[in-house]
């Protein structure tokens, strides 16, 4: 069984930057970021292979948010630049993996609990 812990959410104002972690209690293979807004669906964020040389991003996002792992020791980061009221949502970590599969919510193992990023306009 593996614990996945995020931080880093919080409230911020349009424009600004915030830097999300997630911790692993045991060693895990791929990890990735996924977002969840009230009233709509789980999205897909960010994924890093196990050991940060791999990464996917969501189209709309690409450019503006950069998913890092130096390790499969490592924490999970996701730099958040150019924050709009579009980000607002819950952010979840989860993690263990197919890399061909990092796209489908269903097959991931473990998830954290979330952190909470509201941007305020």
């Known amino acids: 069984q593996v614990q996945l812990l995020e931080s880093g959410g919080g409230s911020v104002q349009a424009g600004d930057s915030l830097r999300l972690s997630c911790v692993a209690s045991?060693?895990?293979?791929?990890m990735a970021w996924w977002r969840q807004a009230p009233g709509k669906e789980r999205e897909f964020v960010a994924a890093?292979?196990?050991?940060?040389?791999?990464?996917d991003y969501a189209d709309s996002l690409k450019g503006r948010f950069a998913v890092s792992r130096d390790g499969a020791l490592e924490p999970m980061y996701l730099q958040m630049n150019a924050l709009n009221p579009e980000d607002t949502a819950i952010y979840y970590c989860?993690?263990?993996?197919?890399?061909?599969?990092?796209?489908?919510?269903?097959?991931?193992?473990?998830w954290g609990r979330g952190t909470q990023v509201t941007v305020s306009s």
């Open positions: 989860a993690a263990n993996v197919n890399w061909d599969q990092r796209r489908l919510a269903a097959q991931y193992t473990f």
């Open positions: 045991k060693t895990v293979g791929a």
């Open positions: 890093v292979d196990w050991r940060g040389r791999s990464s």
